[in-house]
């Protein structure tokens, strides 16, 4: 325990770094542990899609959705989602609800967003069309 004490009174900017880190670990842990949203694989995902009528929300721009989109998926845009407009999305809150972006990073926030206005089982993919495409998982081009 000296050790420690001396080691932090010899390197105050290190020994906050690590403190600071510490913090950020767990209450980024405990915020998706309580979390309403979850954040699912692409096994998890294609169940959902093909058992459970999930219904998948690609967030990305129209360009990129257009580029590659999962099957069936409805591009609702982020910018919409926070604004409340669901468009077409809004007859489907009681179904599952897969949010994807391009890398997993930003769907989140959308996620949540659709979990408070009372969409009922909300998800996110992790790692987005990205990890889809990875795994060679169908894309559909166009439209």
Known sequence: MQEMMQF???HPVLSLAWVILLVL???TTAKSLFSKVKTISRGE???LINKEDAIVVDVRSRDDYRKGHISGALNVLAADIKKGSFGEL???KAQPIIVVC???ASASESAAQLNAAGFAQV???KDGVSGWSGE???LVRGK
């Open 8 to 10: 932090a009174s010899n």
């Open 25 to 27: 670990v767990i209450g």
């Open 45 to 47: 995902a294609t169940h």
């Open 90 to 92: 809004e007859k489907h």
């Open 102 to 104: 391009a890398t997993g």
């Open 123 to 125: 998800s996110v993919l």
């Open 136 to 138: 060679n998982l169908p």
